[in-house]
């Protein structure tokens, strides 16, 4: 089959090698958080200053972190894949724009940003936001971290759905599997006739539903896949 329209998804486990820590397993982030103390809007109402501290300290740490092997393999396949192409992460993170691609929707936010509870304005953002700064659009001390947490619509779907309905191939790199909508995007593409592969360092809760899965980590799979679909034009 001819590939020519592929979506991307990404996960925690494309940064993991940047140092970025990942959600679930050992290390993750869940292990020393509870989700429902820290990214829930119900958490933020609640105490709305362990919140701020929370993301206020994963925004400062981006600055100490680089793009790796994978976000730039991506960047690279953005700048020379000929048909379409649409990279969804679900991370919060700047690596993939860092690394040059620009063909990228961030579908849970950005620490990068901040949404103004009074007028709704998204701003870019890189300093805290436990100090109740004004909003730039509106001034009102109200801003919030552009995350979209528990129980909030992800952005772009509608964006997202499009291109995952017209797409030949669809890859999952480094996420478990584990958050809805983005694990079901496997099964949207499997409808729409796509293949589909998945590229993780274990196997994930949704490895049965790809056509292959390839194992390991993501700064050895991503350059190597990149570099055999710009070679052969397919995966
Ligand atoms: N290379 C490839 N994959 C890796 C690597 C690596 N070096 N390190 C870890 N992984 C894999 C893990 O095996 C795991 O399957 O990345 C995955 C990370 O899973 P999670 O921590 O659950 O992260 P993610 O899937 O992105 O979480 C989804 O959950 O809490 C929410 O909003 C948060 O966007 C996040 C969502």
């Known amino acids: 089959m001819t590939i020519?329209?592929?979506?991307?998804?990404?996960?925690?486990?494309?940064?993991?090698?940047?140092?970025?820590?990942?959600?679930?397993?050992?290390?993750?982030?869940?292990?020393?958080h509870r989700v429902e103390d820290v990214a829930t809007p119900q958490a933020f109402r609640r105490d709305p200053v362990l919140v701020q501290r929370f993301y206020d300290a994963r925004r400062a740490a981006l600055r100490n972190v680089m793009p790796n092997a994978a976000h730039l393999a991506l960047a690279r396949l953005d700048a020379e894949w000929p048909g379409e192409l649409l990279l969804v992460t679900q991370n919060v993170d700047d690596l993939h724009e860092r690394?040059?691609?620009?063909?990228?929707?961030?579908?849970?936010?950005?620490?990068?940003?901040a949404l103004c509870a009074a007028c709704g304005a998204a701003t870019p953002w890189t300093g805290d936001l436990g100090?109740?700064?004004?909003?730039?659009?509106?001034?009102?001390?109200?801003?919030?971290?552009?995350?979209?947490?528990?129980?909030?619509?992800?952005?772009?779907?509608?964006?997202?759905?499009?291109?995952?309905a017209a797409c030949d191939l669809f890859v999952s790199i480094g996420t478990s599997g584990a958050v809805y909508p983005a694990a079901g995007?496997?099964?949207?593409?499997?409808?729409?006739?796509?293949?589909?592969?998945?590229?993780n360092l274990d196997p994930s809760a949704g490895t049965p539903m790809f056509d292959e899965a390839r194992h390991g980590p993501a700064t050895q799979l991503v350059p190597a896949w990149v570099e055999m679909m710009l070679r052969a034009r397919s995966y």
């Open 185 to 199: 995007f496997v099964e949207w593409a499997r409808d729409a006739g796509a293949s589909t592969l998945e590229l």
């Open 131 to 164: 100090d109740h700064p004004p909003c730039p659009r509106c001034a009102a001390p109200r801003l919030r971290p552009d995350i979209v947490w528990f129980g909030e619509m992800p952005y772009h779907m509608d964006r997202i759905g499009d291109a995952i």
């Open 99 to 113: 690394a040059g691609s620009r063909r990228l929707l961030h579908m849970h936010g950005e620490l990068n940003s």
């Open 4 to 32: 020519r329209s592929i979506v991307i998804l990404t996960g925690a486990g494309i940064s993991a090698e940047s140092g970025v820590p990942t959600f679930r397993g050992p290390d993750g982030l869940w292990e020393g």
